[in-house]
């Protein structure tokens, strides 16, 4: 299918900067900030493919794997998952404006192996009735920092998995506090990590990246590794960045994290 201008623009502005036979480009005017965010992202998510599917061709990690993209957007990381090897992505997202671009970017590139649904992370089971866990992976890139209910985000996202979740998201600080008192003086429980509450009032309803409502819960790396070890994904890996990575990303701000289900590290599902 040929994409016009005027197909493109008809739906606002763009987050990538898609080129389509003939040259036409969704976004040429990307920011460098953006531009570099989404390039050091795709190489942390390559890496984070070898770790997830230890063993695999490097040069295809996802060869005949089944992969979701949980806050798809226009779908930039899906077509790298068919990049890496996926047989198919499904791309999700709750945004039906992002989920139009999506679409056409794909059909405009003349791709097939990528669906698109509208729906709610946190009602991912609603939106997948294709039996128990359908997806080898699943990628949360950019999603968590921006929902209300994150662990009920990775709950869902857990239960439609069979193997590996590779999360990117911004990151707070751990507590400085190694234990909270817990019902009286003298007994105190562990802090397993942090989530700290954002309110995205002012970017919310206009800006298309935000989440369902402008609260948000941002969580720190240990956070993230105790919900999603109750999830039974148990082994958690960080990727590091290049040297010469987007600056969040280097001074650790925002991290890219590799989850494996517990039982999948066994042999169970590799
Ligand atoms: C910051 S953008 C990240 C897009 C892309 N994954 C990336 O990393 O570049 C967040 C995306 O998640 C979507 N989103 C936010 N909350 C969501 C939810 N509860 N369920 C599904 N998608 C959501 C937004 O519409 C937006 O497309």
Same mark, same amino acid.
């Given at each position: ?5 005027? +197909?493109? @623009? ?46 695999? #061709? ?34 999700? #997202?709750?945004?039906? @404006? ?10 405009? &590139?003349?791709?097939?192996? &990528?669906?698109?649904?509208?729906? +709610?992370?946190?009602? &991912? #089971? ?12 699943? =990628? ?15 709950? @869902? ?10 999360i990117e998201t911004q990151l707070c600080a751990e507590s400085p506090d190694e234990s909270v008192e817990w019902g009286r003086a003298g007994y105190s429980l562990p802090a397993r990590g942090l989530f700290t509450v954002i309110d995205e009032s002012k970017l919310h309803p206009t800006n298309n990246e935000t ?12 956070? =993230?590794?105790?919900? &999603? ?13 290049? #040297? +010469? ?8 701000? @925002? ?16």
């Amino acid at each position: 299918m040929s994409v016009t201008e005027t +197909d493109i @623009r008809s739906l606002g502005e763009w987050f990538y900067d898609f080129e389509f036979p003939g040259g036409v480009r969704t976004n040429e005017r990307l920011s460098e900030d953006l531009r570099s965010i989404h390039r050091d992202r795709s190489m942390m998510l390559d890496a984070a493919c070898a770790i997830a599917f230890p063993g695999s #061709d490097p040069a295809s990690p996802l060869s005949s794997r089944r992969a979701i993209d949980v806050g798809c957007h226009e779908g930039f990381f899906s077509h790298r998952l068919l990049r890496l090897g996926a047989s198919s992505v499904l791309g999700v #997202d709750v945004r039906e @404006r992002n989920i139009r671009k999506a679409r056409l970017a794909a059909e405009a &590139l003349g791709i097939d192996r &990528l669906s698109w649904r509208v729906g +709610d992370a946190e009602d &991912l #089971d609603s939106v997948i009735s294709d039996g128990s866990r359908p997806f080898d992976l699943a =990628l949360a890139f950019g999603l968590l920092y921006h929902c209300e209910n994150p662990v009920r985000v990775l709950r @869902r996202i857990a239960s439609v998995t069979k193997r590996a979740i590779i999360i990117e998201t911004q990151l707070c600080a751990e507590s400085p506090d190694e234990s909270v008192e817990w019902g009286r003086a003298g007994y105190s429980l562990p802090a397993r990590g942090l989530f700290t509450v954002i309110d995205e009032s002012k970017l919310h309803p206009t800006n298309n990246e935000t989440g369902v409502s402008p609260l948000a819960l941002c969580p720190s790396p240990g956070a =993230l590794r105790t919900v &999603l070890s109750h999830c039974g994904f148990g082994a958690f890996h960080r990727v590091e960045p290049h #040297d +010469d990575a987007n600056e969040q990303l280097t001074r650790g701000k @925002r991290g890219v994290f590799v989850a494996v289900r517990t039982d999948a590290t066994a042999g169970g599902d590799a």
